[in-house]
């Protein structure tokens, strides 16, 4: 075929007309052209291209994944400002998942007919892509979806809900009107009094058909199955910023209120949360200090403070403290775990280190000071590098017995997940210190002290027990979490059902949008 050297940038031919062109001339560069076929076609994907390569080879790096997806799953190209065919597939191939995304997706942009060719290929995901729906204002899709939840589900409120918004703003009624003003439309309107009764259209927290929207306090979280175990795993940041809170229309459930929320539903159910253990007539203090040592009795307690798990703390204290006669007055079925075990003569001496750096870090002492907290660092760090044995830390903090009433290849398992960690931690901890390098040998043992907490808390979710654990909640720090959750899925049919997690550094990082449906478990 006899490609002319110059092709007329009016005359645009389909892709595979241009594949055919240059297979037989693959030195047309003309640019111009390139870039009128993606004006013409893919105009919404010229924002992807990259600074250092020509309209030629972003062009074809486009249709090379438009082409993939549509032979290997049957997607076809979405239109969609957000839509880059590259990041879609690498993020979504062999998962279970694609097709609920590629609705999601074409939902926002209003596709009807990929929406409907999804759904045929198995897409069952309604919640999320009518909400992106509405959010867009695409009514259309809305009907459409509210049609496939009647036939495949049996969430008739939401089918109700959304005959109210046939005749109104789709973006107001459905997501982002204030509860108020809900509640006046139910009570005001005649014809919406039953369904909103009968749905439970909205209630104190926003929630929506049974929607869980915001949460404040954790930034993170994941919900992990694992056979008939379901656990949701919250981390946490252990601060309380004005930033970092909620600013919504929709008010955000408390985290201490939402756990509440989940005992309260199941008869059974376990609670962890990163706080030592604390005797009865001892209370949390609230201090402005970041980092605090509390004393009781002859021991010294590390805590965070003031934070979001000092209002849990509270919430729960009765249970935390072994009131178990008050405790089941309150909460019948549900059994709380104080998870912090990580005290003794080693790890107080880390702590204490690390409360030195922090509050010179922080106060900003002056300089003469600096070489005196690094004289303290090296004498206490190699005090403490000389001391550590792993197998008697495990026994101490008693992770060793929690082990021993594991089955035995649980117990291998996680034995064999997190004592490499350990291990690896003090060996790079020991190879820095002979460079002089005392703040990173502090955080390598500040990483080293934090795995044993996760490693007490998997041992005990595994425990036998009469009843077993089954429903599990986390509230811990966000390093606590991720390596926790990491171990979870690394577990023979574990999966991760929901994840959420906000960007570190970014304003409102403790409101968490937890896009979750009621029941928990």
């Not at 703003?169 to 919406?192: G, R, V, W, Y």
């Not at 369904?195 to 439970?200: D, G, N, P, T, V």
């Not at 009469?466 to 720090?477: L, S």
């Amino acid at each position: 075929m006899e490609v002319p050297s110059k092709l007329s940038v009016t005359d645009i031919p389909n892709d595979k007309t241009i594949l055919t062109m240059l297979s037989a001339n693959k030195n047309f560069n003309d640019e111009k052209f390139f870039e009128r076929v993606l004006d013409n076609r893919y105009p919404l994907l010229k924002k992807f291209k990259r600074p250092d390569e020509s309209w030629k080879v972003f062009y074809l790096r486009m249709i090379y994944y438009i082409a993939l997806l549509e032979e290997k799953y049957g997607i076809p190209y979405i239109p969609n400002k957000d839509y880059d065919p590259e990041t879609f597939y690498n993020k979504n191939k062999d998962t279970e998942n694609i097709y609920n995304t590629a609705m999601t997706t074409a939902s926002k942009g209003g596709h009807v007919n990929i929406v409907k060719l999804m759904i045929e290929k198995g897409a069952t995901d309604f919640d999320v892509a009518m909400s992106t729906a509405a959010r867009a204002g695409n009514l259309e899709i809305v009907k459409l979806l509210k049609q496939y939840m009647n036939e495949k589900s049996d969430r008739g409120a939401i089918a109700e809900a959304i005959e109210i918004a046939e005749d109104e703003d789709p973006l107001d009624i459905l997501l982002h009107t204030n509860p108020s003003e809900l509640a006046k439309i139910c009570s005001e309107n005649e014809e919406f009094v039953e369904i909103c009764r009968e749905s439970s259209f909205i209630n104190k927290y926003g929630e929506i058909w049974g929607f869980v929207r915001l949460i404040e306090g954790p930034m993170e979280y994941y919900e992990i199955k694992i056979g008939e175990k379901r656990t949701y795993i919250f981390g946490d940041q252990h601060t309380i910023d004005e930033k970092d809170k909620c600013d919504s229309l929709f008010q955000p459930i408390p985290i201490e209120d939402l756990i509440e929320i989940m005992v309260e539903e199941t008869g059974q159910i376990d609670v962890f949360l990163e706080v030592d253990f604390f005797p009865k007539e001892q209370d949390i203090k609230r201090e402005k200090n970041l980092l605090k040592f509390e004393h009781i009795g002859d021991r010294e307690v590390f805590f965070k403070a003031p934070d979001y798990l000092v209002k849990v703390f509270r919430k729960f204290r009765e249970c935390l403290q072994y009131d178990k006669e008050e405790c089941s007055k309150m909460y019948p079925g549900a059994r709380f775990h104080w998870a912090d075990i990580r005290k003794g003569i080693i790890f107080n001496q880390i702590k204490e280190l690390l409360r030195l750096f922090m509050d010179f870090m922080m106060k900003g002492k002056p300089e003469n000071q600096k070489e005196k907290l690094y004289k303290k660092l090296e004498e206490d760090e190699k005090d403490i590098l000389g001391q550590i044995n792993i197998d008697s830390l495990l026994e101490e903090t008693r992770i060793t017995k929690q082990l021993s009433k594991t089955n035995f290849e649980t117990a291998d398992t996680i034995r064999s997940f997190f004592i490499p960690k350990m291990e690896a931690l003090i060996k790079e901890a020991s190879r820095v210190f002979e460079k002089g390098l005392f703040v990173k040998v502090l955080m390598r043992l500040t990483d080293f002290m934090h795995l044993f907490m996760d490693m007490y808390i998997v041992s005990r979710m595994f425990k036998n027990l009469n009843v077993p654990m089954e429903n599990i909640v986390i509230y811990v720090g966000s390093l606590h979490a991720r390596s926790i959750k990491d171990f979870l899925l690394s577990l023979p049919k574990s999966e991760l059902v929901n994840s959420k997690v906000n960007e570190d550094r970014k304003p409102k990082l403790q409101c968490l949008e937890m896009r979750v449906r009621k029941p928990f478990f």
